[in-house]
């Protein structure tokens, strides 16, 4: 079973349907998206605003959450404003709620740019989800500077692990 968040039209059910997966929830805010949500999936609830939902109700029910919590604020095409921008807030509400649900497995989807925010946005989500104290900071390079994310790694923490990989959308057939 899975719940999908910032959930669109609905990739993640077309993709894990051959694997025999049930959506038990969307989250979509949307007015198109969420359309074509109730046309589709008729008998999946979409909850809208995740920020508002009680997620602590499908703790223990769910293998997989999945989502791409909104790219603009860390997008090298946006302002990236970061954790300062609400949509990117949402990747830590995101978080909490990933905690709330507790599944066996969580895919977060978002844009390179998250790995190189200036406020270490992507610190901030790993160390919340993986249960550190502070930020964790990205690694150091050779000379000694943190700069920027790798685009691949694996942290771990006394609530879990969480493991990362930049994949280009151009090699999967996608335009973006």
């Known amino acids: 079973t899975f719940i999908s968040m910032f959930s669109g039209i609905e990739a993640a059910s077309v993709a894990f349907k051959p694997l025999g997966w049930r959506a038990l ?18 008998d999946v609830p979409n909850v809208g605003d995740m920020s508002k939902h009680d997620w602590a109700q499908y703790r223990g029910k769910v293998d997989i959450v999945c989502g791409g919590p909104p790219c603009q604020a860390f997008s090298v095409a946006g302002l990236r404003a970061g954790m300062d921008d609400p949509r ?17 497995n969580a895919i977060i989807e978002n844009v390179p740019g998250w790995l190189s925010s200036a406020d270490n946005a992507f610190g901030c989500f790993l160390a919340g989800l993986v249960g550190a104290d502070d930020a964790l900071p990205p690694p150091a390079d050779a000379s000694g500077k943190r700069r920027k ?8 923490g006394p609530k879990g692990r969480a493991a990362w990989r930049v994949l280009d959308a151009q090699f999967f057939g996608l335009a973006q």
Do not use: C, Q, T
């Not at 929830?25 to 008729?42: G, R, T």
């Not at 990117?88 to 066996?104: D, E, F, T, V, W």
């Not at 994310?149 to 771990?156: H, I, K, L, Q, T």
């Open 25 to 42: 929830a969307f989250a979509e805010i949307d007015k198109f998206p969420s359309a074509v949500l109730a046309h589709h999936y008729p």
């Open 88 to 104: 990117g807030a949402l990747s830590i509400i995101y978080m909490r709620a990933l905690h709330a649900i507790n599944p066996r």
């Open 149 to 156: 994310w790798p685009n691949a790694g694996m942290v771990s």
